[in-house]
């Protein structure tokens, strides 16, 4: 089938490339832009190992054609450190916390917490656990990366960080 | 994981969209927030050489009041339902039923009118617009036309849709203030289809039920309307022995598929339990 | 010395050696998406490979016609069994002694067998050309249920192996048995169950299931036709054996294959052994002279590649009537597919299964276990523990659970009247395992204080109480498991894989300002061994961990391994680096003597520094002795500061864990509510308390996804009912419970640190601990055992069974 003309936003830059209309988002921004930081780890829809923030919405990119996104504005993992370079704050949170082991989740459920704590800066930790549902670990069981949300949305709100007590 | 190859349109308008839906007949599919869609279409259970996306169209948008009744246009997605405020005080059997479907990111992009249009007996808003009374606005090349939800469910993957048909909006009358409400899922985890779920809506004067409407979800290839379920609760005070006999009654018009949720047998009993944790939640609600 | 010089704290804090909670080194570049798996290579003229799997469970092949499918613009070639046979590789050998068709030769053995490798330009070249390869089948009967596999009249599903009666590990008895394997005392085991005074029998079996990692199992595969050499980057757990497996098979001599595992998003046992897209991308680049990338997707990694468990072991315990056990026999039949691709050390058919006497002293016992073939895909592996250990351990926590039922008595009394005592180590099990170290005693003490456990038993009998009442309709549960791991293989003398010794390997080098390269046999796959082996390395040496790069899975560079799984890593290759560590601190500490003009044994070690005892002013730290190894070393010595050491280890190491967990059962649905899951751990000495604990959170989550609800399931006619995400159950933030962790300490005698291994603990405590709570809740209305997994459905129709619906 033919190519069509799409152009998007990708982590700040406009990009514009010729897809097939099958070409899932996910492999476009892992094959043809080098992006390779958001992974693929099912087939259904289920796992988020991919998921991106497109036009302000936390998505799952394998279930996204590319030419849906056409004229959006994609950010990726590679795209979430803020604009002086230094590492966002969930970043150093997953790192402070030992909210990552293997890292194939990390870059998507990275991705989704920038977004949940934007719809939500102060979640509870049931918020939490319920906001990144649709990110699954093999790793970690979940609960540091709890913590590490937490610890993130602590330092955005400039407030000192609280680990519960176990 | 691939799918494959097709031809991709995206039109501005519902004129448009049906105009191209009629040109390309059998071999287009709509696609909407396409989260049941695309999966199928990555595993090759479903390969249409065009798809048309409505994502453009802005009079497929919104959530509005109209009269008597609440319009959402079939592009509204599963979050924007979430986080509307007038379904939030008018019609909270909505946003409760939506933060039982799937997950955030799917949420984000599954749209109403998606849910409700393919067909598919395991998602969660046909039963629940089977309870509420609402009524589809289907949109072909013959024209407009109203379908009410109860008559839209034929059989697994099958409606009253013709070919080229398109839902654009879905009409719901506003339930009375102080309705009583609940949509209760049986899950393993959250993402899962239900094992059984079920949705109620009632009303309560003088400490009786005045009305009552139940929908059960995948009980059976269709969504289902437990009308007499419904009509045996009515007069009652949801005393046990009423409630149990409702319950019963809805059973008796499941036929769940065995799967992985479970045996047949269960499931159908789990639909019984979970119209019952449904009443009791709904009445708690009813004022 | 002023108040500018460093304390002996400050000193040892800098290090961040042994017991420091240090952050990771690997987050840093997996936070900003710059991990680089497998799938994230790109290489000039690479090329794609996907498979074309049959539909079948068990079918002749009367016809493949590739020719549409090589038609295809952008197709490059297909290969089928056709293809493999010259160069022989239509056949691969298993790591258990058996052999597995790498593409289908005349016939499929189970569904989703690979049958044709479509090789393209483009991934979605490949997938839209496999479509259209023709594939002809005639069904043949299959073979599902395990228990009727060795039926007179069950169908023949190896051909391959007709007439063969002698298998890797021995006689085999049926066309469908793999092996038998015999362990223990039959006559005093018989005796002992004669004399019982009570016994228990029970088929205790343990569901097919999958590690399911988040990354599937990919390879990319490049041959250089002009210098003959083989690179292969690839999901591997164990690269150097990978390397040597395929020198074997290719006959490209090992000095030019070069097998390099970068990150890996994850194992669990699943990318241990070698499957049919290694081979056919390390084929199809021979073949076409650019490099073959392979990825599957999720659905091919549940359907084919190596399950685990699957073992039905029918359990009896002997005992006296107040509780002391007097004999344990256990048969099991073991399921293992189609072709035994089980990754187990090569005398160990059945893995180290006979450590199934437990955290018990049992004098007598005796263990068989019979392997089956059936139409079910080929395995299986250690799914996060050691070799079969989960099997075990889930059949003795649920048999004393079930003993305890019968005397009467509370399961974790009779744990106590059980448990090995602490002066009975090194113990010598009745199947003939010597166990290490432990003090059993105190941590399951422990536990149960901890978590207030007479009070909690004092709640379930008022709940009871309740539910009889109609009060309530939930059932309280409280599981009780106290488990013994074996880990660490292993000794030469027992272990080893497809012939190599299970040692394992750490190569230290110094550079002259100071700072480390340390090059290890194993290989990570989120373990987290570029932050721990530094820790080991630094209280050693001296020299701080962030001035330590340890570098993993590039067998050009790294000393032979055997790799990471079976928590091997801490006991071998952690007592490597700390034996290599050693060489090095005694070279230096020569070189200090001669910088301090005195003799070797005037100094002893300081944290980072040898002093002159009795005059400590007097030091040389290990950075000015990194230096001094290049400048100026003693007359007659080598200059260099570097040691490499290959452990054999002398034991296996014993892990070992009391976990407590209550539960809520909702009767009515099924539905089990996890209310507090304690975990206490002994995993000897302590390297990164942080890291551990993140291991014990994972380790736990998995068994909870593998006790409530994951199988792979198939139908009567060998369809796999479980092959995604949408009904293999993994767990999401929601549904997993929130754990706590706690220790002892027990180091292991025999190794170097102390250290035992941890990361897999968690999964062989943690099921039979939620088995045991669930079935505790059921305990009182008479029910002895209810199988896992302990969905909603399976425990709902227990209830109903049980008459709890009426």
């Excluded at chain 3, 074997?248 to 000095?255: F, G, Q, V």
């Excluded at chain 3, 309280?476 to 293989?489: D, K, P, S, Y």
Aim: charged share 20%; glycine share 10%.
């Amino acid at each position: 089938m033919s190519k069509v003309q799409v152009r998007l936003k990708v982590n700040g830059k406009v990009i514009d490339e010729l897809v097939e209309p099958r070409t899932l988002l996910i492999h476009f921004l892992r094959e043809h832009l080098n992006l390779t930081g958001s992974h693929i780890g099912c087939d259904t829809s289920h796992c988020g190992a991919c998921t991106v923030d497109l036009n302000g919405k936390s998505v799952k990119s394998c279930t996204v054609f590319t030419v849906q996104a056409a004229d959006g504005e994609v950010i990726t993992i590679e795209g979430v450190a803020n604009a002086d370079g230094t590492l966002h704050a969930l970043q150093e949170g997953f790192r402070e916390m030992h909210g990552l082991q293997c890292g194939f989740c990390t870059p998507g459920m990275i991705t989704r917490a920038y977004r949940l704590l934007k719809e939500n800066p102060t979640p509870t930790e049931e918020e939490i656990r319920f906001g990144i549902a649709g990110n699954l670990c093999r790793c970690t069981g979940y609960q540091n990366i709890v913590k590490a949300i937490q610890h993130a949305a602590a330092k955005l709100a400039g407030a000192p960080f609280q680990e519960a007590a176990e | 994981m691939i799918p494959g190859s097709f031809a991709y349109h995206r039109p501005n308008s519902i004129k448009e969209a049906i105009s191209l839906l009629a040109d390309l007949g059998e071999d287009a599919r709509v696609l909407a927030g396409g989260h049941s869609l695309i999966p199928m279409m990555k595993l090759r259970l479903a390969s249409p050489d065009h798809l048309v996306d409505l994502g453009a169209i802005n009079d497929l948008k919104g959530v509005r009041a109209d009269g008597a009744d609440i319009v959402i246009g079939a592009m509204a997605t599963q979050h924007e339902l979430i986080a509307s405020e007038l379904l939030g005080s008018k019609l909270p059997l909505l946003r409760e039923t939506s933060l039982l479907i799937a997950d955030p990111q799917v949420r984000y992009m599954g749209t109403l009118g998606g849910n409700v249009a393919n067909g598919d007996p395991g998602n969660d808003m046909p039963a629940v617009m089977m309870c509420l009374g609402a009524s589809y606005q289907v949109v072909g090349k013959s024209g407009e036309r109203k379908i009410a939800a109860r008559d839209f469910y034929k059989g697994a993957y099958d409606t009253a849709l013709s070919t080229g048909e398109i839902v654009t909006a879905i009409r719901i009358p506003v339930p009375p203030p102080g309705h009583g409400f609940a949509y209760e899922k049986l899950k393993r985890k959250v993402g899962d289809y239900a094992t059984a779920a079920a949705a109620v809506l009632l009303t309560i004067n003088s400490g009786k039920v005045a009305t009552c409407s139940i929908g059960l979800t995948n009980v059976a290839d269709t969504p289902l309307w437990a009308e007499q379920a419904g009509k045996i609760l009515v007069g009652s005070t949801l005393d046990a022995a009423t409630v149990t006999k409702a319950a019963a009654a809805a059973e008796a018009i499941t036929s769940p598929a065995s799967d992985n949720h479970g045996p047949a047998y269960y499931r159908t009993k789990m639909s019984g339990v979970m119209l019952t944790r449904a009443l009791i939640r709904a009445k708690a609600r009813a004022s | 010395m002023n108040e500018m010089t460093p304390t002996a704290e400050q000193r040892t804090e800098a290090l961040q050696g042994l017991g420091c909670k240090r952050k990771r080194v690997e987050d840093i570049r997996f936070v900003q998406g710059r991990g680089s798996y497998v799938d994230d290579m790109k290489l000039p003229g690479m090329l794609y490979g996907d498979f074309v799997r049959s539909p079948h469970a068990h079918a002749r092949i009367t016809k493949i016609d590739v020719s549409k499918a090589a038609a295809v613009p952008g197709v490059i070639a297909v290969l089928t069994a056709e293809e493999l046979k010259p160069v022989n590789l239509a056949w691969m050998p298993t790591l258990a002694g058996d052999v597995q068709m790498v593409l289908a030769d005349g016939k499929v053995l189970y569904q989703a067998q690979e049958v044709a490798f479509v090789i393209a330009e483009h991934a979605y070249i490949a997938a839209d050309a496999a479509e259209l390869v023709e594939v002809e089948y005639e069904a043949l009967p299959v073979v599902i249920d395990p228990f009727k596999a060795m039926e007179a009249d069950a169908p023949v599903l190896r051909e391959d192996l007709k007439g063969k009666t002698d298998g890797a590990h021995g006689k085999r008895t049926h066309h469908n048995h793999v092996f038998n394997w015999t362990i223990g005392d039959k006559e005093g085991t018989d005796t002992a169950f004669k004399k019982a005074e009570v016994s228990i029998k029970q088929l205790i079996s343990y569901q097919r299931v999958h590690p399911c990692p988040l990354e599937t199992c990919q390879a990319v595969a490049s041959f250089d036709k002009i210098k003959g050499e083989l690179t292969v980057w690839g999901t591997f757990q164990a690269p150097h054996v990978i390397r040597t497996v395929a020198s074997l098979i290719s006959k490209i001599p090992e000095h030019k294959i070069h097998i390099i595992a970068p990150d890996i998003g994850g194992g669990f046992g699943n990318k241990v052994g070698a499957y049919s897209g290694y081979i056919c991308a390390i084929v199809a680049s021979i073949v076409t002279g650019r490099p073959v990338k392979w990825v599957e997707d999720r659905i091919e990694n549940l359907s084919s590649t190596s399950f685990a468990r699957d073992y039905h072991m029918t359990t009896e315990i002997a005992a006296t009537k107040d509780g002391k056990v007097t004999g344990l026999r256990v048969h099991v039949l073991a399921d293992h597919g189609a072709f035994d691709a089980c990754a187990d050390p090569s005398k160990w058919p059945a893995g180290f299964f006979n450590i199934v006497t437990g955290s018990y002293d049992f004098p007598v016992a005796l263990c068989t276990v019979d392997g089956i073939y059936t139409n079910k895909a080929p395995g299986g592996v250690a799914y996060r523990c050691s070799f079969r250990v989960t099997e075990a351990a889930y059949c003795i926590e649920r048999a004393m659970d079930i003993l305890a039922q019968k005397l009467g008595m509370d399961p974790a009394d009779l744990r106590m009247k059980n448990l090995i005592r602490r002066e009975q180590f090194p113990y010598q099990s009745a199947l003939g395992w010597e166990y290490d170290s432990g003090d059993y005693h105190s941590a399951l003490k422990k536990a149960m204080d901890t978590v207030g456990y007479s009070k909690l038993r004092a709640e379930q009998k008022a709940k009871q109480e309740a539910f009889k009442r109609g009060e309530t309709r939930d059932l309280m549960g409280i599981g009780v498991a106290f488990f013994t791991e074996i880990v660490g293989a292993g000794p030469s003398r027992n272990c080893d894989i497809l012939g190599i010794a299970m040692f394992d390997s750490a190569e230290i080098r110094i550079h002259p300002t100071g700072s480390i390269v340390a090059r290890l046999g194993t290989k990570s796959q989120g373990q987290g061994h570029e932050t721990t082996y530094a820790q080991i390395i630094a209280s050693e040496l001296g020299i701080p961990a962030d001035d330590i790069t340890v570098e993993e899975g590039n067998t050009d560079t790294a000393p032979y391994g055997l790799g990471t799984y079976g928590s091997r890593s801490t006991p071998v290759s952690g007592a490597a680096t700390a034996m290599a560590a050693r060489k090095i601190k005694a070279k230096a500490q020569m070189i200090a003597a001669h910088l301090l003009e005195v003799h070797d044994d005037d100094l002893e070690w300081d944290i980072d520094r040898f002093r002159v005892k009795g005059n400590p002013e007097r030091f040389k730290t290990m950075k000015e002795l990194a230096w001094a190894a290049y400048h100026g070393v003693p007359p007659g010595m080598e200059p260099g500061l570097e040691a490499v050491n290959y452990y054999d280890p002398p034991n296996m190491t014993y892990p070992f864990g009391a976990y407590v967990c209550v539960v809520d059962v909702d009767v009515d649905t099924g539905a089990t509510k996890i209310r507090r899951f304690y975990a206490l751990d002994d995993c000897g000495t302590r390297i990164n308390p942080m890291i551990i604990e993140g291991q014990i959170h994972g380790g736990l989550t998995e068994a909870f996804g593998i006790a409530m609800g994951q199988e792979i399931r198939y139908d009567e006619i060998g369809n796999v009912m479980t092959a995604s995400l949408i009904d293999y159950f993994l767990p999401t933030a929601v549904e997993t419970p929130k754990w706590e962790t706690d220790w002892t300490t027990t180091p292991s005698p025999h190794h170097p640190i102390g250290a035992k291994g941890v990361g897999e603990s968690p999964n062989v405590g943690g099921v039979p601990c939620f088995a045991n709570a669930i079935n505790d809740a059921f305990r009182f209305l008479g029910s002895t055992h209810i199988p896992m997994p302990h969905d909603q459905w399976r425990t709902w129709m227990a209830a109903d069974k049980l008459g709890l619906h009426a």
